[in-house]
């Protein structure tokens, strides 16, 4: 063996260590910072030393990646929770300084985590905020956002006759609506003392999720809830204080049938007026609408009953009930638009630290121009 098959062998055994390593960190649980650091260097030497080996290179890189990018999104947990519990100054200042950090006014762009737990709350609270009741859509800006329509609803099939020419028919009318810019919606302040916060066995976050949760639902509920009947359509007027089985049954018959074979047709009312749609009496003495259950929800002439405390009472001028196609009704929200701003000077007197979140979010009801509405309302004379 010459001397420079000697070195290039000596080369050759250098590399594959440094790749053998590599290999090695990769498979450790958990996967550090220093691990993926270390892994990028001893690529660098393979490739160095070993240019030929640039496939198994390339392997390693990829899988090294997709381990860092699982690492960052637990160390964006890690940081959020650290900013909940000691402020924005407990962050690594390299990290602070990223955009993805905090913002000029001090917000922090919470991690999915903490979205997920804020989402499920909202929709606890009200259906109006739930995928399964309404239509849900993620967008990734705040602007004008153009949802198409087909207003389809009169078009039928007919027979016809053998050897005919089938009628010819245009499908539509096409239409559509424009959900304009995303306002913010911002919670009031959330005062919690120092101590609790601070409390290594205490979830802030847990709680701040509920907290901002009931506070977005009071507002954005209320205002999802104008915008939803604003959209609507009249489908029966009912006494001044009461609803009857007849009102029940005349909303239900003012609907168009084509809505009905919708998976997200249903009722919206608050708890006290389906109470008192319950306790109407049958003839013989028991109830005509008899409490009836499906995968935990109430229902009303076999349709499923979405408790809402958005929804106003049974009162003069007042709309009480929805009933329709719950689904034409399209909820934006603006994906990563959720912050929290910890405000430590403003209560630091009492020894406690203000929060408050904010979210963007609009919505509007999908009903084609002169199409009936899909979703109609029992109004109180």
Known sequence: MTTTDAEHVAVVREATACLSEARALQSKNPFTKEDSSRVESLIRMAEFLLPEGQRAVRNIKLLTAERKAGLDGITRNQEFRKFLHYGKDALDPER???????????????????????????????????????????????????IPLLNDTASAASIVAENTTSTI??????????????????SPLVKVSIELVQDSAFDVGEVLAEAFAVQFQRGIGASLLTTLIAGAGLGVTAGAATITVDNVYDLFAALDPAYLSSPKVGWLMNRATFVAISKLPASDGGKIFPMAFDKGRPLL??????????MAAIGTGNKSVLFGDLGTFIVRRVADSVRVRRLDERFATELAVGFTASVRVNAALARATGADSPVKWLAHA
Request: charged content about 20%.
């Open 301 to 310: 002439l076999g349709l499923p009953v979405f408790i809402s405390p958005s």
């Open 96 to 146: 602070r300084a990223q955009s993805i950090g905090t913002d000029t006014a001090g917000g922090f762009l919470v991690a999915q985590e903490f979205s997920d737990r804020l989402y499920s709350m909202l929709k606890a609270v009200d259906p109006l905020f739930d995928e399964e009741v309404v239509t849900v859509v993620e967008t990734r800006t705040g602007g004008p956002f153009a």
């Open 169 to 186: 028919a245009d499908l539509g009318p096409f239409d559509q609506i424009v959900l304009p810019k995303a306002p913010t919606w911002r």
